[in-house]
């Protein structure tokens, strides 16, 4: 082999380098340009889905407030009156875990509640959010938030047939939610 066709060969490999080096250089520029240009318009977006969820869960409310110190917490408010206080939770279902936002009135009782994430059974552990399980837990305290599979029991909340996973976390995320509302405010 001559000295010539090795310096080609190490040549060619060199502006390989080179152009994989420069079109992944002018790619980052790109992402990061594209990126800087839609944060704030996918920010504001995220505050207004959020908006709409809350407004869901406290129709009357014409504020929802930030609370500070309480990331993620909302204060719901019909001209200057605390409504309710909105506060995100989690718990771990069947399919992982379960993030909710629940609506708590300053007294701790469940106003409202939405699943905004989870990866629970289609058709089973996913009606959590919907009738008639849904009613179950509106206007309980964390005292009556216990599921069960007595269907005499209607003090607490009865399990979804083929969901108990679900139904139990789905009732534990809400239950969080509420005793921490009721610890921030002294039940008043």
């Known amino acids: 082999m001559s000295a010539g066709?090795?310096?080609?060969?190490?040549?060619?490999?060199?502006?390989?380098?080179?152009?994989?080096?420069?079109?992944?250089?002018v790619s980052g520029i790109i992402i990061a340009g594209v990126y800087f240009t839609t944060a704030d318009a996918a920010l504001e977006?995220?505050?207004?889905?959020?908006?709409?969820?809350?407004?869901?869960?406290?129709?009357e409310a014409n504020k929802f407030e930030p609370i500070e110190g309480?990331?993620?917490?909302?204060?719901?408010?019909?001209?200057g009156k605390i409504l309710a206080y909105v506060v995100p939770s989690e718990s771990k279902g069947y399919g992982g875990v379960i993030r909710l936002l629940v609506?708590?009135?300053?007294?701790?009782?469940?106003?409202?509640?939405?699943?905004?994430?989870h990866n629970e059974t289609?058709?089973?552990?996913?009606?959590?959010?919907?009738?008639?399980?849904?009613?179950?837990?509106i206007g309980k305290t964390a005292k009556n938030l216990?599921?069960?599979?007595?269907?005499?029991?209607?003090?607490?909340?009865?399990?979804?047939?083929?969901?108990?996973?679900?139904?139990?976390?789905?009732?534990?995320?809400?239950?969080k939610a509420v005793e921490e509302v009721v610890e921030f405010t002294g039940g008043k």
């Open 5 to 25: 066709h090795n310096d080609d060969k190490n040549n060619s490999i060199f502006k390989i380098a080179l152009n994989l080096t420069m079109a992944c250089f």
């Open 45 to 59: 977006k995220a505050a207004e889905l959020k908006t709409v969820a809350m407004k869901a869960l406290v129709q």
């Open 70 to 79: 309480k990331e993620g917490w909302f204060k719901a408010e019909k001209d």
């Open 103 to 117: 609506a708590v009135s300053s007294d701790g009782k469940v106003l409202n509640y939405d699943i905004t994430g």
């Open 122 to 137: 289609p058709g089973l552990g996913d009606k959590a959010n919907q009738e008639p399980f849904k009613s179950q837990l």
């Open 146 to 175: 216990t599921v069960v599979k007595d269907p005499s029991d209607k003090e607490n909340v009865q399990a979804m047939t083929g969901a108990t996973i679900s139904s139990k976390a789905v009732t534990n995320g809400v239950k």
